[in-house]
């Protein structure tokens, strides 16, 4: 009864529980019935303010085109042919005020949540946006795939806090793949099973990891069918179309949604399809600010004040949010301006990945060559991005003034990683000057030994601080520790195989004569530091190549030996002055039990799931989100996928007609040696390739 007489007509609303008599009469008792027979779904409450407040582009014409002088084009999503839910997750879609059950239960369901059919209040409309790709500018870009549907109103009874990260007191929702925009270039506008399900699982990983997120409240498969080459080999095959429902505060949040005002690039010679339209900037600064940034707005009645004061929170933001990435091991992957926020939010959620091994180098897109967005540059590129968010902005954010703000963000940055280290290794009553340098040998530890990134800090809260009453000694409580930590690290085939280098000898060689004879051509072919880092693989690979296993055991225990030793000093400094050891020590281990979590979605949990789910069987993908739910907590009967211990099969009691052809391609990725969710990656994750 809670949403009884939300929309009564298409323009009449009134208050729930205030249905009086006379309203009953005035509507009469036949619309009366429409509204009490409407579904969950149909009562959604829109206001679609972004569409009245900015440009929308007049034309409805089908088929790809420059947008000039338009934040929005109106579109119609495509449908699907028998959409069905693959999961929803309850706490996402709790922001609408909907509850996951009733909404999988809804017979239509499937289709408002695909875009296959139109909820009563939805607009559905593309974003236009530009952007820097791969540190080029590509000029318009815009929602190719993804389709606004409208902001919902926060419904009653929503938590202070969701309310303070968005002020706007609206939702807006989302769908990913429901087709053809004027945006989409050579594309279809589709989305396939095993890319809708990686995002939906990581939007709502990362929240329950903490991580400021966008957020996904359903997953719809269909019978339509697109044609995909994955790997780019020349081996095509059909793929199930699917759609992905996501859910922010907004989505008109882009770094490159403010490119679309750029002059033409000198590189590129690319324009943003609305240059010179400065008043349009004007229009979406206030919009944003006023929406999403209110106590700016309301402190700085200058308007060059306010928007300096605003570009101050976003890099405050973004130097926060990476420094959340780089301290749960998460990796991006396509770190465009088109794919990061105003807000703060991880956005777009494509060839992602959380490390295994600790590798600074680490690289989770295939396709990015040069290591553009690996690991360790995720903190430089940001601040790259941001300031191309910077001239985007002006003049109303005038040059100089962002500079100076931007001069802030390396120490912004440093400052959020190492307190979060701090947390992530227990270090909470002080504030040491060595406690850089102990986090930098750590991570260099982790690097030498191949330790497994998660793993390894999930076991530090079981280091001991050093007490007056120990019953062992110091050197036995280390030899322990490192025993513990030794479990975690790579073995010698596991490090051979991750320095060979992904380059051919022959073609590395002719480089490098290249490099020396023509380095202008070596320039525009490649780069220096690719070169240095195959290298420095093949220098890895030969030493390991002339050690064994013992010999790389005795080596790694060393380090850990070295690192424990000081580390367990710097603990001992933490109980300096403290009268109740075991109270410090409690609340050390729930601080990093509550930090580092036992649980990330790494690429084998996910490709499981995939398996499953391109198998009929959805069941694995709703299990894996439960466990993601939970991340820092142990859930007995849920440490392994379901199908364990059935033989490695089970009943598809969910198959789809017309499924073998998928099943097939799926069973030859069938999982091997299954392993808990909590676990170092098995032997075959490492053929996992994501681009």
Known sequence: MAYLGRRLTASRFVRPGLVSVRLLCAVGMEDMGLVMGRSPLERLDFDNVALKKLPLDPSEEPGVRLVKGACFSRVKPQPLTKPRFVAVSDEALALLGLRGQEVLDDPLGAEYLSGSRIMPGSEAAAHCYCGHQFGQFAGQLGDGAACYLGEVKVPAGQSPELLQENPSGRWEIQVKGAGLTPYSRQADGRKVLRSSIREFLCSEAMFFLGVPTTRAGSVVTSDSKVIRDIYYSGNPRHERCSVVLRIAPTFISRFGSFEIFKQADEFTGRQG?????????????????????PEIQQNYPD???????????????????????????????????????????????????????????????????????????????????????????????????????????????????????????????????????????????????????????????????????????????????????????????ELKAANKPTMDPRELAMLLSMAQSS??????????????????????????????????????????????????????????GQSDAQAVQEERVRVMDSTNPRVVLRNYIAQNAIDAAESGDFSEVQRVLKV???????????????????????????????????????????PKDPVPYDSKPPAWAREICVT
């Open 303 to 493: 308007r060059v004040e306010r928007n300096v004061a605003f570009f101050k929170e976003v890099v405050l933001r973004t130097a926060r949010l990476v420094a959340q990435w780089q301290c749960v091991g998460f990796c991006h992957g396509v770190l465009n301006t088109d794919n990061m926020s105003i807000l703060g939010l991880t956005l777009d959620y494509g060839p992602y990945g959380f490390m295994d091994r600790f590798d600074p180098d680490f690289i989770c897109n295939a396709s990015d060559n040069s290591g553009r967005y690996s690991y360790q540059a995720q903190p430089a590129v940001c601040r790259w991005n941001l300031v191309k968010l910077a001239e985007a902005l002006a003049p109303e954010l005038p040059p100089a003034r962002a500079e100076t703000v931007m001069d802030e963000y390396l120490d912004l940055y440093n400052n959020f990683f190492v307190g979060n280290m701090r947390k992530k290794l227990g270090l909470l009553k002080k504030e040491e000057p060595e406690d850089e340098m102990l986090i930098t040998e750590l991570l260099q530890t982790m690097h030498n030994t191949g330790a497994d990134f998660t793993n390894t800090f999930r076991s530090l809260s079981q280091i001991p601080c050093p007490t007056e009453e120990e019953s062992e000694g110091e050197e036995g409580i280390i030899k322990q520790a490192t025993e513990l930590l030794l479990e975690q690290c790579a073995s010698l085939e």
């Open 273 to 293: 399809p609305s240059y010179g339209r400065d008043e349009i900037r004007g229009q979406m600064m206030d919009y944003v600010i006023e929406m999403f940034y």
């Open 628 to 670: 993601l739910e939970k991340p820092f907590c142990s859930q007995p009967g849920l440490e392994l996928p379901a199908w364990v211990g059935c033989g490695g099969a089970q009943e598809q009691e969910e198959r789809d007609e017309g499924e073998e052809g998928q099943q097939e391609a799926a069973s030859t990725s069938a």
């Open 519 to 576: 380095p202008s051509l070596f320039n525009m072919i490649s780069d220096r530091r690719t070169i240095a880092r195959q290298l420095e693989k093949l220098s890895k690979l030969k030493d390991l190549m002339e050690t064994n296993a013992e010999e790389l055991r005795a080596k790694q225990s060393e380090e850990w030996t070295h690192w424990i030793t000081r580390y367990r000093k710097r603990l001992a400094q933490e109980m300096e």
